[in-house]
């Protein structure tokens, strides 16, 4: 598996080969989704009975019977006319003036009686104050109004004449107050008629009052075009387009189908399906925005090539796998069961992406399995998402990311199991928000369904982790717990074999991991890595310092040369005890270079003291030298312990010397020269180190009983 994984990641630094495993990615999710966006084929003809309810998939406004409606609304606006007021008064005007006119004819004739102009005793005949009052008035008036009425008006006394007037006056007020139409006025001029006849006028005056009140009553109610047009506008606008609903029946079932039916089955786009390949551009449009968001992912993601072409796999093999296992879900459709998506472990790729990548890719997964069980799920729903299912994938997805904290088999479990209770509260959300009818068995299944969905991606996860992890090469946080157990055969081993190596470790350890947290390096591979690295010392454990208690020291007895070989060893024969137990390489890599290429100083002046002449490469360590900050760490932690713990009752300030001087050999020894570690970081990895051993030996207070046992000893 090792071997493939390597051809391929070297093929993957090709651009052209990244580009064709996301093309791959899209021709799955293609593949995938493309029955789920095919139009249905109907079987539709005019005038024949439909086999099936259909519904219309999309919301599309029916312009013909919206036009058809507008119409109506507009011929039901009826004509508006409009109250004309200024005629009410002109006819008062006029009416007056011509009572006015009579009384002025009576006036003048007095006056010129008077002035003896006329003589008082003959009277001026009807027809000379007829003749005179038509004077007064414009051919129109006296066209229109017959001479019997103007003689009665000249012939009566003045006094008469106002009360007249104001009668006639005060009626015709009345009567024009109201709207009078065209076809009203002859019941106008009748109400007029009424109200003038029981007056206490003489009849001839009375009769000539009524003629000219009949003659004042006119239509004051006319046609407003404008009015009318901006009214029949207003209706039009107000009209509600008419709409094919989504979801919305157009025909039932055993119904004819006829031209109205045809007509929006057509507008619908039920007709044309066969020609109609918007669903399948809108499918690649959105499989392209899914495979542009991941590239730039990658393409961001900072990590090493090598690093970076495995998690550009591993998320390849987790997503391919998670989109069939949804596809084999929606097939379930067929048990007519509407709620089966909820059963689709949706938390599954989430947790294992986490776990194996990264938190952020995690998210950007969920999301996308969201949107794609919108589409994939949508049998039986209107329109082409299912939404319910989205949200909840959605939001199980979220839910095991945010509960999985701590990277544990077990926590794994747990994180399941508040996925489920998340996927329970989700669906019964769902549910709810439907309003529907549903029977208490119902909310049992669906509710049972959602806690095994949860469950399930937690078991899924626990079973493919240990295959994706071996198969891939993958160093999980949770696989460095698993390694951190002192149960652990080869840590069983050190604690065993050689328990002063084991402490030793431990220190390295603590040293290491608050080094490297420091900086932002892998604190937990670190710690790892240091409890592992000197495995190889199990191989002559008397040989080491720390194991030599209570017994001779072997090197006494052993060249030189031969001490060199044995010391230096440990490092390679810890690195291959690691292969051949199948450690982790990052595990394996700390073993073999925490030493780098350093000279084995003690032993080195030792046969240079003897007087024998020697190369200076012969005592030093094969390396490689540090790859990484957390082998580099490591080595530096490695060191700074051994000298530290040979110190008697170090002071703080001894220490921080001693720390710097071993980092400071290290740095021109050139042993970082293969890791990015930058003299900012050494800094900060000096000062932690300091730190935690300032903690490790601090000075401890002296009891009175301890002073006394000291006296007598001295």
């Known amino acids: 598996m090792q071997q493939y994984l390597i051809k391929i990641r070297s093929l993957l630094n090709i651009k052209f080969f990244r580009i064709l495993l996301f093309v791959l990615l899209g ?9 789920n966006v095919k139009p249905e084929k109907l079987d539709i003809r005019l005038f024949s009975i439909a086999n099936q309810t259909i519904r219309s998939p999309i919301t599309v406004e029916d312009k013909k019977s919206t036009a058809a409606k507008k119409k109506e609304a507009e011929e039901q606006v009826q004509d508006v006319y409009v109250l004309n007021k200024s005629i009410s008064e002109n006819r008062i005007d006029l009416i007056t003036s011509i009572f006015d006119s009579a009384v002025e004819v ?18 001026p005949s009807k027809e000379v104050k007829l003749k005179r009052l038509k004077e007064k008035l414009t051919v129109d008036v006296t066209k229109d109004i017959p001479d019997s009425v103007l003689t009665s008006l000249v012939a009566s006394a003045n006094d008469e004449l106002i009360i007249a007037r104001d009668l006639s006056i005060t009626a015709i007020n009345m009567i024009m107050n109201n709207r009078i139409p065209t076809h009203e006025v002859e019941n106008a001029k009748k109400k007029l008629e009424e109200e003038l006849k029981y007056t206490d006028l003489n009849l001839d005056l009375k009769n000539a009052a009524i003629q000219l009140g009949r003659y004042a009553i006119i239509p004051n109610e006319f046609y407003d075009p404008d009015a009318t047009e901006e009214m029949r506008q207003q209706a039009v606008e107000n009209v509600e387009p008419v709409k094919i609903l989504e979801g919305q029946i157009i025909v039932e079932e055993n119904q004819l189908i006829n031209r109205d039916v045809y007509r929006q089955l057509d507008l619908a786009g039920l007709l044309d399906n066969d020609r109609s390949n918007a669903p399948f551009i809108g499918l690649t449009l959105l499989i392209m925005v899914f495979l542009t968001a991941l590239y730039f992912y990658f393409y961001h993601l900072e990590e090493n ?44 790729s989430a947790l294992l992406i986490k776990i194996l990548i990264d938190e952020k890719l995690a998210i950007v997964v969920t999301i996308i399995m969201a949107i794609c069980g919108c589409v994939m799920f949508n049998e039986g729903v209107t329109g082409s998402l299912n939404t319910s299912t989205g949200i909840y994938i959605l939001c199980s997805g979220l839910a095991g990311i945010m509960f999985l904290s701590n990277q544990r088999r077990s926590n794994i479990f747990k994180a399941g199991l508040f ?11 769902l549910v709810f928000l439907r309003n529907g009818q549903y029977d208490i068995q119902d909310y049992i299944i669906t509710v049972v369904i959602g806690f095994m969905s949860g469950i399930l991606s937690a078991v899924l996860t626990i079973g493919l982790l240990p295959f994706l992890e071996a198969g891939f090469g993958i160093l999980s946080t949770m696989r460095l717990i698993e390694l951190s157990n002192p149960n652990h055969p080869l840590l069983k081993k050190i604690l065993t074999e050689t328990p002063g190596t084991y402490h030793h470790s431990v220190m390295v350890a603590n040293l290491a991991e608050s080094a490297c947290e420091t900086i932002g390096a892998n604190g937990l591979l670190a710690r790892v890595g240091a409890y592992y690295h000197d495995i190889g010392k199990t191989k002559r454990p008397q040989f080491f310092i720390e194991n030599q208690l209570n017994i001779e020291n072997p090197h006494d007895r052993i060249p030189p040369n031969m001490s060199k070989n044995i010391i230096i060893a440990h490092a390679t024969d810890g690195a291959e005890m690691l292969k051949a137990h199948h450690m982790p390489k990052e595990i394996v890599d700390i073993a073999e270079q925490h030493h780098g290429t350093t ?3 003690y032993f080195y002046h030792k046969v240079k003291q003897s007087g024998v002449e020697v190369d200076e490469e012969e005592y030093r360590y094969p390396g490689p030298k540090a790859q990484t900050k957390e082998s580099a760490i490591v080595g530096i932690a490695d060191s700074v312990e051994a000298a ?7 002071t703080p300030e001894q220490i921080e010397e001693l720390v710097r001087k071993i980092i400071s050999d290290r740095l021109q020894d050139n042993q970082f020269n293969e890791c990015d570690l930058t003299l900012k970081e050494l800094d900060k990895v000096a000062n932690a180190l300091c730190e935690t051993l300032n903690g490790i030996f601090h000075s401890r207070i002296e009891y009175p009983e301890m002073t006394k046992q000291k006296v007598r000893h001295a």
């Open 644 to 650: 530290v713990r040979s110190m008697s009752q170090p």
């Open 106 to 123: 009576n006036k003048e004739i007095k006056n010129e009686q008077k002035e003896g102009l006329m003589d008082e005793g003959n009277s």
């Open 27 to 35: 021709v799955v999710l293609y593949i995938s989704m493309y029955s």
């Open 599 to 601: 000279l084995l100083k």
């Open 419 to 429: 996925v489920a209770a998340a996927n329970v509260v989700v669906i019964l959300s």
């Open 305 to 348: 090539k090598e690093q970076k072409q495995t998690y550009l796999l591993l998320f390849s093999l987790i997503f391919i796998l998670s989109i069939f296992l949804m596809k084999m879900v929606s097939l379930l459709h067929v048990l007519e069961f509407a709620d089966i998506a909820f059963i689709f472990p949706a938390a599954m």
